[in-house]
């Protein structure tokens, strides 16, 4: 009858939590009411070319302003590319709370068997944390190889056939490939495919229900860049991450976690780097922050000391500067609380 009994309430408590994430709505908030300078914003969105299709600004876990191109709106579903990476990473940091994974100093190849039979030693002792970190030393796939890469039969295979650059840990060179490798561990671990262990113990935990997936010719989840949503599930996705991993009070991804992937883990001229997101200074006054970036402009920016989410979709060839600098603007113009 205990047993019973607590069946109940576990059980109780999960429809709990599902309602919750699936009942949230966001709430709204004008900008003079989140300390926003509305001309500021205004005349951000005045600037945008036909290329961005979509920017939501987020404060205090309130929508302030958002822009959708004409044809494009609040259900209009987005490819992330490398803002996909930070998702996978997540996926990565519960995997191991979990226990399907034990840390990330583990071998990749414990985990990945093609990987565990390749030809270069030195390939054996790449960790986990190498391959979050893209100090992997593997042949990087976002280059003039790429094409070749995302052409090829079998992904992982063109991955580990290449002779490495590096010795692992030793340099930084930024590579979906590695983000894949993850994707297949992950995948190898939890016994689940990427996208539906996604919904199981991420998504659902925060109501994204628009996610879609892409995947390589064996099927493995395209971690690396193929996810695709909607700007205001990236902007619960940005959001739990500004919470510390928790939604409604239940911790989705471990607190730390979150604080290893937003720290630095990794640099290289200039840049840090960690677990798959992009470390940054914004604003006049240099608020530490992180952002998922993705090819032809699609980004989460976060910047925590402000309680700051901004989301954009785009397709833009060429230069990003504009992107950073709209964002310092938006920073400049936020009231510190």
């Excluded at 030809?119 to 992997?136: D, F, G, V």
């Excluded at 979906?176 to 659902?204: C, P, Q, R």
Aim: proline share 2%; glycine share 10%; charged share 20%.
């Amino acid at each position: 009858m205990e047993f019973k009994s607590r069946r109940t309430i576990a059980f109780c408590a999960v429809l709990f939590v599902c309602a919750c994430a699936f009942g949230f709505e966001w709430k709204r908030s004008s900008p003079e009411e989140s300390g926003i300078k509305r001309e500021v914003i205004e005349n951000v969105f005045s600037s945008f070319d036909d290329d961005v299709f979509s920017c939501v600004i987020i404060r205090d876990g309130k929508i302030v302003n958002e822009y959708f191109k004409k044809g494009y709106g609040r259900s209009s579903v987005f490819t992330l590319q490398s803002c996909s990476k930070s998702i996978t990473s997540a996926l990565v940091g519960i995997a191991i709370e979990q226990g399907y994974i034990k840390s990330v100093d583990d071998y990749a190849a414990d985990y990945l068997p093609e990987l565990a039979k390749t030809k270069y030693p030195a390939m054996k002792k790449i960790t986990l944390k190498q391959l979050l970190n893209q100090t992997s030393g593997l042949l990087g796939t976002d280059s003039k190889i790429w094409s070749q890469w995302r052409s090829s039969s079998n992904w992982i295979d063109f991955i580990l056939s290449r002779p490495m650059t590096a010795n692992p840990g030793s340099y930084f060179e930024y590579s979906t490939g590695n983000t894949h490798l993850l994707s297949a561990i992950v995948e190898n671990a939890t016994g689940k495919k990427l996208l539906d262990y996604a919904k199981e113990v991420l998504f659902s935990k925060i109501g994204i229900s628009s996610a879609e997936l892409g995947t390589d010719p064996q099927g493995i989840g395209d971690g690396g860049n193929g996810f695709s949503m909607t700007a205001y599930d990236m902007g619960r996705f940005g959001q739990l991450f500004l919470n510390n991993g928790k939604w409604d009070g239940v911790q989705v991804v471990p607190e730390k976690w979150v604080k290893d992937s937003t720290s630095v883990q990794a640099r290289r001229n200039g840049s840090r780097y960690g677990y798959q997101w992009w470390l940054r200074n914004y604003g006049k006054e240099g608020y530490l922050g992180y952002n998922a970036q993705g090819y032809g402009g699609e980004y989460i920016f976060v910047v925590p000391q402000l309680n700051l989410i901004v989301v954009y979709t785009s397709w833009h060839q060429g230069n990003v500067d504009s992107y950073f600098y709209n964002v310092d603007k938006i920073v400049n113009a936020t009231k510190v609380r």
